[in-house]
C-alpha cells in the first residue's frame, strides 16, 4: 500500500528519519496506493498510540509534535510535546528490514488456549518509513485469528498506514 510512496531505508541513509513531526496524520494511505486526505471527526489516529505503552489523549488543535531520533539502525528514540513541554518519550529496539522500513520492537504475538484446536492467536506489528516528500510514514498491520478444530475459524487483520508531515529536520 506504501509501496510508491516511500523512499526504500537503508542503513546510510536512516539518519534522514530523524526530525520533528506532526503528532496527528494528514494522509491515510488506500490498499491500491493511492493518498488521501485524513478529517478529524470524533476518534482521530495518533502516532503515539502505535508506539507509547500509556494511554494519552491529545487534542488534535493544540500543537502537539513527535520528535525522531535513530541511534544506528537498532534502537530509535521518540519524544512526545505539546507546544514545547515533553509529555512521554519512548526509546524501541528497531530493525532495518529488507523492504527499506524500520521495524519497531513493540510488536507481540499472544496465544490463546491452542491455536487452531481451541483458540487462536493475536499479533501487531508497527513499522516506520521515509516518504517521498520528507515526510513520516507509520505503518500499523494487526491480525488476530483463530478456530476450532481447524473446521471453524474466524479472525480479523488489517493493515494501516499514515503519513506524519514533517516539521523540520535534525
Known sequence: ????????????NLSLLAGTYQLFPDLA??????????????????????????????????????????????????????????????????????????LLGNKYVKYRGVPYLFGGTESAKTRIGLANDNGLILNHAYDNSGAILIIMAAGRSSSLAYHFKRISAE
Request: no cysteine.
Open 1 to 12: 500500500m506504501i509501496r510508491q510512496q516511500k523512499v526504500k531505508l537503508r542503513e546510510e
Open 29 to 102: 494511505y488506500t490498499k491500491n496506493g493511492g493518498a488521501e486526505m485524513l478529517r478529524y471527526t470524533g476518534k482521530t489516529e495518533r502516532f503515539h498510540q502505535y508506539v507509547g505503552k500509556n494511554k494519552m489523549e491529545f487534542d488534535p488543535s493544540a500543537n502537539n509534535t513527535v520528535t525522531v531520533k535513530v541511534f544506528g539502525n537498532n534502537r530509535i528514540s521518540f519524544v512526545f510535546r505539546k507546544d514545547s513541554t515533553i509529555v512521554d518519550s519512548v526509546t524501541l529496539s528497531a530493525k532495518l528490514q529488507s523492504r527499506g522500513l524500520l
